[in-house]
């Protein structure tokens, strides 16, 4: 029988602030970093099973880069 964990990936702004999190279900630490690596959209992801940190996401290069100005 599997065992069912309890996952939550946080979205951390640049100054290190938490702006929200999920809950979720793995049947493990991998699974579980999968899935959290897909929430890495606009902010920094740390993923946390209770009180350890399992997994952290860092935006890719091309999402923290400013846009060029107009010419």
Not at 16 to 32: K, M, P, R, T, Y
Request: with cysteine; charged share 25%.
């Amino acid at each position: 029988m599997q065992t069912i964990r309890h996952y939550r990936p946080f979205q951390i702004d640049p100054d290190g602030h938490v702006l929200g999190c999920i809950n979720f279900v793995c049947g493990d630490d991998e699974q579980a970093k999968r899935e959290a690596a897909s929430f890495v959209l606009l902010h920094r992801i740390e993923l946390w099973r209770l009180d350890r940190r399992i997994a952290q996401f860092e935006l890719p290069s091309e999402a923290t880069a400013q846009p060029a100005a107009a010419r």
